[in-house]
């Protein structure tokens, strides 16, 4: 049987490992994101996988409507099909500042991206959903636990946790799953690189975990592949965090 998937922000980080991980499990792959994803398909197609790329600004409603359009167009002609099953919203963006230093912008910039972003794609796409289908929302371990400088940022993926919880409920009836993955610290180009490039964060957040290291992330994918997985089909509304036990 085949399936589609489409991964938000899937040209880097996070959606990468996402696209590339589901198309290693036999799922068809539109990789949207703002910049090019083109590196993605070809890796996937090297692979023996299938995928098409589609540019998608989740801050922008212009952009996602047109994503939309380019998106069912190309499924139904690479693959004979107008349904998604599998929506991943991965795309994010953090500004991270202490109390006196977040501007205004910080906040409608964060909220745009991590919170209306994910709501509108989802709507967007939904008339497109197959029954049954899966929608995993990126959310974050600082939803549950405190860092300095990141109140911004953890209060728009709380909200995005709230929103993965109505949605799921909402959704029910029509057998689609909503549950979100929080990942710990994780290696990737995420605000800046810094995760990844600096051995002393890393070094120091390894020795807050309960696995003695920080996130890779093929880690982070694997979770969410065995979640959109039809073994994983009894749960929705779920926050399921995946950190390697950070800060327990």
Known sequence: MTRIALVTGANRGLGRATALVLARNGIKIVAAARGDASDVVDEIAASGGEALAVRLDVADLAS???????????????????????????AGVGLFA??????PEDVDTTFQ??????LFVTQTFLPHLTEGARIVNVSSSLSRHVSPATSVYAAS????????????????????????????????????????????????????????????????????????????????????????????
Do not use: C, H, Y
């Open 64 to 90: 996602i409507a047109s994503a939309r359009d380019a998106a069912l167009a190309g499924i139904e002609q690479q693959w004979g099909a107008r349904m998604i099953d599998v929506l991943v919203n991965n």
């Open 157 to 248: 993926k709380q909200a995005l946790e709230a929103l993965t919880r109505s949605l799921a409920l909402e959704l029910g009836p029509r057998g689609i799953r909503v549950n979100s993955i929080a990942p710990g610290p994780t290696a990737t180009d995420f605000n800046g690189g810094a995760m990844r490039d600096s051995d002393s964060m890393r070094e120091m957040l390894s020795g807050q975990t309960a696995l003695g290291r920080v996130g890779e992330p093929g880690d982070i994918a694997g979770a969410i592949a065995a979640l959109v997985s039809p073994e994983f089909g009894w749960a929705t509304g779920e926050r399921i965090e995946v950190s390697g036990g950070v800060l327990m």
């Open 113 to 118: 991206v991590n919170v209306r972003g994910p």
């Open 98 to 103: 202490p109390l006196g230093e977040i501007t």
